[in-house]
């Protein structure tokens, strides 16, 4: 096993800007919200934990991209940013996400807490949960692992169509695995950067 964590210096290089903008946002946070952004910066804070990486083929070995800093992310052209009639994050679920209708209940409530934690300031909904069938998208068996596997394109389209005049984003969850293409074994999940859908496994 390997263990990514980074040192203080690291963690304030990456995350500290004196872009005036985001200067201007840390000063607006009240003494509680400030407290809460410094634990970042604390290699022992129980907020971030360092990320164990089990095996060769977890996402950050098999997949290596370049290191981001904060500032980079806030000045990406694509990142999307809430307006004032566009702040609600909703969740579709597709398909029961456990054993039962109880079970995909728990974990949806436990899903829309992070969510509003995660997403500080906006709403989070859920819709009413669907039966993969509604979502009419093509399906397939898997030859390799033989799972029930649906096209995630499609569910962004689907999830395009649904989308609220006053969502921010919406965001698809299954336990059903995803495919974006006959040839690929499987996706993790899908998102669209323009259309504010996504869709998660």
């Known amino acids: 096993m390997q263990t990514v964590q980074h040192p203080e210096h690291t963690l304030k290089t990456a995350l500290i800007s004196k872009n005036p903008e985001l200067v201007k946002q ?30 060769p083929s977890d996402w950050i070995i098999s997949h290596p991209e370049a290191p981001q800093d904060f500032e980079e992310f806030f000045s990406d052209l694509h990142r999307k940013s809430p307006s004032p009639g566009k702040q609600t994050v909703y969740i579709q679920c597709i398909g029961l996400l456990g054993n039962t209708r109880g079970i995909s209940e728990e974990y949806l409530k436990w899903l829309k807490g ?19 069938s509604a979502t009419r998208c093509s399906f397939r068996i898997n030859d390799s692992t033989r799972n029930l596997q649906i096209h995630a394109g499609q569910i962004l389209t689907f999830l395009k169509k649904k989308k609220p005049e006053d969502a921010f984003c919406i965001v698809g969850i299954t336990m059903i695995d995803l495919y974006p293409r006959d040839s690929w074994n499987f996706v993790f999940g899908q998102a669209s950067l323009t259309e504010g859908s996504g869709q998660v496994d």
């Open 26 to 55: 840390y000063e607006q946070l009240d003494p509680r919200e400030q407290r809460l952004l410094n634990e970042a910066f604390r290699p022992d804070s129980d907020l971030f934990g360092p990320i164990i990486l089990h095996s």
């Open 114 to 132: 992070y969510c509003e934690a995660f997403f500080y300031g906006l709403k989070v909904r859920l819709l009413e949960p669907i039966p993969v």
